[in-house]
């Protein structure tokens, strides 16, 4: 019989996980490698993710910008007092706009009431004609407001003294200036 040679043996089975171990430490050497390669490659993702988000915010708000710019612009009105034009937004429009009929109104009641008491008529003598600040709110310029109350408390006046409805007319009770008089004291244009 063969005599079997356990040193042979032995050496070439520690030959043999010397190479194992030699393979498994290159596959653990490729493994971190392409692991750092990986990592490299998730932060080079999340970093141009984190770009592409800001870019985005930044287009988003420009975009926002941008409508509001184009939703001023068509909200511009110019108002012409006395050769002078002055300009306001949608908002000081509408307080221009409740001005005259509040003075419309207050006027029509006032004059009302002179003709009632038999007083002369004459709307100067009003003490709500003279501050014109019925129904004020801060978003228009004072005097503006004062100026086109007043104008409407005139021609309010002069139909509740009269009795008639020359420059407004009567819905359930309350009282409303003609809105082709509401424009020709107003005079305002959207541009």
Request: charged share 20%; proline share 0%; hydrophobic share 25%.
């Amino acid at each position: 019989m063969k005599r079997i040679n356990f040193k042979k043996i032995a050496g070439v089975s520690v030959l043999g996980l010397a190479v194992l171990a030699g393979a498994a430490e290159t596959t653990n050497a490729q493994n971190r490698g392409n692991n750092r390669q990986s990592n490299q490659i998730i932060k080079q993702q999340q970093k141009v993710a984190k770009q592409r988000a800001k870019l985005e915010q930044e287009r988003l708000k420009l975009e926002r910008q941008r409508l509001q710019n184009q939703r001023v612009a068509m909200n511009r009105y110019r108002v012409n007092r006395n050769g002078r034009y002055y300009n306001t937004d949608q908002r000081g429009a509408e307080l221009l706009r409740q001005a005259v009929n509040a003075g419309y109104q207050q006027g029509y009641r006032e004059g009302q009431q002179n003709r009632s008491t038999r007083r002369n008529s004459s709307w100067t003598n009003s003490s709500v004609y003279r501050s014109g600040t019925y129904g004020y709110q801060s978003h228009v310029d004072r005097s503006q407001y004062q100026y086109y109350f007043q104008q409407g408390f005139q021609k309010g006046y002069q139909d509740g003294y009269n009795s008639r409805n020359q420059y407004g007319y009567s819905n359930n009770g309350s009282v409303n200036i003609l809105g082709t008089i509401l424009s020709q004291i107003l005079n305002i244009q959207q541009y």
